[in-house]
């Protein structure tokens, strides 16, 4: 019966190690696809960021662009009519200060 039992647990040791190749097997291979995986999520991710960073720039560029212009158009308005501007300028000074004081 001693025997016996030395045999089972001898079977039973070649399983556990054949087990334990087959996991580590198994860990390698999902180590490599997940790996694979996130490289390639990486790439796309990193491809989404630049289209959005260009985006970004052009509408900045754009939004740059229509301030300078209104500037010049306004800039251009005084140039014109400066006695006009200068009066709308203290009138809203006026207003503004009427509205923001202390002593009401």
Same mark, same amino acid.
């Given at each position: 019966m001693t025997v016996k039992n030395e045999e089972n647990i001898d079977v039973l040791k070649e399983e556990i190690q054949a087990l334990r190749k087959q996991m580590e097997s198994l860990a390698k291979a999902v180590e490599?696809?997940?790996? /694979?995986?996130? &490289?390639?999520?990486? &790439? /796309?991710l990193q491809g989404e960021i630049d289209k959005y960073q260009k985006l970004a720039a052009e509408k900045l560029q754009k939004a740059l662009d229509s301030g300078s212009d209104g500037i010049e158009n306004i800039s251009e308005r005084i140039r014109q009519n400066p006695l006009g501007s200068l009066l709308l300028a203290f009138g809203a000074g006026y207003v503004i200060s009427r509205i923001f004081r202390q002593d009401r």
């Open positions: 490599k696809n997940a790996s /694979g995986r996130a &490289e390639a999520m990486t &790439e /796309g």
